[in-house]
Nanobody, 125 residues
Framework: QVQLVESGGGLVQAGGSLRLSCAAS????????MGWFRQAPGKEREFVAA????????RYADSVKGRFTISRDNAKNTVYLQLNSLKPEDTAVYYC??????????????????WGQGTQVTVSS
């Protein structure tokens, strides 16, 4: 099955930046839609961003629009999440997910086919 491995998490001060990476296995990586989710202590897992590998379509949660950017590099089988202007409320475990389609999943669903192990992002005030 497809393996997803996140990296790049850490501790940063409010207003700082961080770049998360999600390395994926598979010879048909470009055919998968990709998403980022996060889960803070005591909260449900929530949608952050998603990207379609057909047409470079992107979607973002309202809480991160203008601050976070999702991108891809098919040659490296990697999806990125650039986190700028970080706030303490961004503190969470961030998860990478992949879905084989046929369409980019709706932001309201967590029904992706594959998930990574997560990487911790902590933002201090």
């Amino acid at each position: 099955q497809v393996q997803l491995v996140e990296s790049g998490g850490g501790l940063v001060q409010a207003g700082g930046s961080l770049r998360l990476s999600c390395a994926a296995s598979g010879r048909t990586f470009s055919n998968y839609h990709m998403g980022w989710f996060r889960q803070a202590p005591g909260k449900e897992r929530e949608f952050v961003a998603a990207i379609s590998w057909i047409g470079s379509i992107t979607r973002y949660a309202d809480s991160v629009k203008g601050r976070f950017t999702i991108s891809r590099d098919n040659a490296k089988n990697t999806v990125y999440l650039q986190l700028n202007s970080l706030k303490p409320e961004d503190t969470a475990v961030y998860y990478c997910a992949a879905d084989r389609g046929p369409v980019l999943p709706d932001p309201s669903t967590t029904d992706y086919d594959y998930w990574g192990q997560g990487t911790q992002v902590t933002v201090s005030s």
